[in-house]
């Protein structure tokens, strides 16, 4: 269940309302990296964990719930830097509190006129946040990635941390309010933090490469087909082992010839690697029977009554019954 609790997460403070840095916040608010994204997503992911995988579930469940905490203080953030949108800009009064807080009526007509930038804040929401990224396109359920495995989704879920802190160091660069930049530098630290989490929860699945459980061909496991010819470099992306699967690279450096000489790959050999087919067949039947006992053991009920929680008074009396 959800239960909210009226205080903001972090104490988010504006010094004067800021309509154009409102509109590049909403970014955040209703965009593809921004909080609504990740909290969703993380909440999306934890029902296939809940059961097989309870120390992820909590984890997933936390890490949602204070990105949920964050829209919350972006929100307020928009809010506050929209103050007067709805209420004293349409009151010609002289004495409000706006033309105080914005210091004379040049600066309020030029927040108007700032405000004609996004439209929206006048006509539509009426001074509120929408659910939109900065150029007004809806916040969209395709932003939300999940594929029923955590090895798979942990790696997701660092990518969206990677962007939504990108997104935030840009927007610290377009605003002057130090208490907004407050703000903004916690809500970018969080995301280095969760970062960090969802990376020592993956390394506590082993094994966790390749994602998912088809452990891949190891024909093509460590072939570097020099696809661009001109000036070419040497890397550990190329030379060398392989990070994961501890492979040694191998370079085709002629991707046309090779294509035709083996019958368009159909005829690659195995090179540079301890991996064949059959111990790949053998990885990929024991690694899915061992993932499918941890689900089945978790999933499957004893008396035929599924139950997603356990409530108090079930805990007391399930000895007796
Ligand atoms: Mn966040
Ligand atoms: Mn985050």
């Given at each position: 269940m959800f239960h909210h609790v009226?205080?903001?997460?972090?104490?988010?403070?504006?010094?004067k309302p800021d309509i154009r840095f409102a509109k590049l916040l909403l970014e955040q608010f209703g965009g593809p990296n921004g909080e609504l994204k990740a909290a969703m997503q993380y909440f999306v992911q934890?029902?296939?964990?809940?059961?097989?995988?309870?120390d992820k579930y909590d984890m997933l469940m936390d890490i949602a719930t204070e990105e949920f905490s964050h829209l919350e203080i972006v929100g307020a953030t928009i809010q506050m830097l929209l103050t007067g949108v709805n209420g004293e800009l349409k009151n010609?009064?002289?004495?409000?509190?706006?033309?105080?807080?914005?210091?004379?009526?040049?600066?309020?007509?030029?927040?108007?006129?700032?405000?004609?930038?996004?439209?929206h804040f006048f006509i539509?929401?009426?001074?509120?946040?929408?659910?939109?990224?900065?150029v007004g396109n809806p916040w969209s359920a395709s932003y939300i990635?999940?594929?029923?495995?955590?090895?798979?989704?942990?790696?997701?879920?660092?990518?969206?941390?990677?962007?939504?802190?990108?997104?935030?160091?840009?927007?610290?660069?377009?605003t002057d309010d130090v208490y907004v930049k407050e703000t903004l530098r916690y809500l970018m630290t969080?995301?280095?933090?969760?970062?960090?989490m969802f990376q020592a929860a993956l390394d506590t699945i082993q094994p966790n490469f390749p994602p998912g459980i088809l452990q891949s061909d190891p024909r093509f496991s460590n072939k570097y087909f020099n696809?661009?010819?001109?000036?070419?470099?040497?890397?550990?992306?190329?030379?060398?082992?392989?990070p994961e699967l501890q492979e040694e690279w191998q370079v085709i450096d002629d991707p046309l010839e090779h294509v035709r000489e083996t019958n368009g790959l159909l005829k690659e050999k195995v090179a540079g690697t301890e991996r064949t087919?059959?111990?790949?067949?053998?990885?990929?039947?024991?690694?899915?029977?061992?993932?499918?006992?941890?689900?089945?053991?978790?999933?499957?009920?004893?008396?035929?009554?599924?139950?997603?929680?356990?409530?108090?008074?079930?805990?007391?009396?399930?000895?007796?019954?």
């Open positions: 009226k205080e903001l997460q972090f104490n988010a403070r504006v010094s934890a029902f296939g964990c809940r059961k097989a995988y309870p010609a009064a002289d004495e409000s509190d706006l033309n105080k807080m914005l210091d004379g009526k040049a600066a309020k007509e030029n927040y108007i006129h700032e405000a004609m930038i996004n439209p539509v929401s009426g001074g509120t946040p929408t659910l939109t990224d900065s990635m999940g594929m029923g495995d955590l090895t798979a989704d942990l790696r997701l879920n660092i990518g969206a941390e990677t962007s939504a802190k990108m997104v935030y160091e840009n927007l610290m660069k377009f969080r995301e280095v933090a969760h970062f960090q696809m661009s010819k001109g000036e070419d470099f040497k890397g550990p992306w190329n030379d060398g082992k392989s087919d059959k111990s790949v067949q053998k990885e990929n039947k024991a690694l899915s029977a061992e993932r499918k006992s941890q689900v089945d053991q978790a999933t499957l009920p004893e008396n035929g009554i599924m139950s997603w929680s356990v409530y108090e008074d079930q805990q007391l009396t399930n000895g007796k019954k």
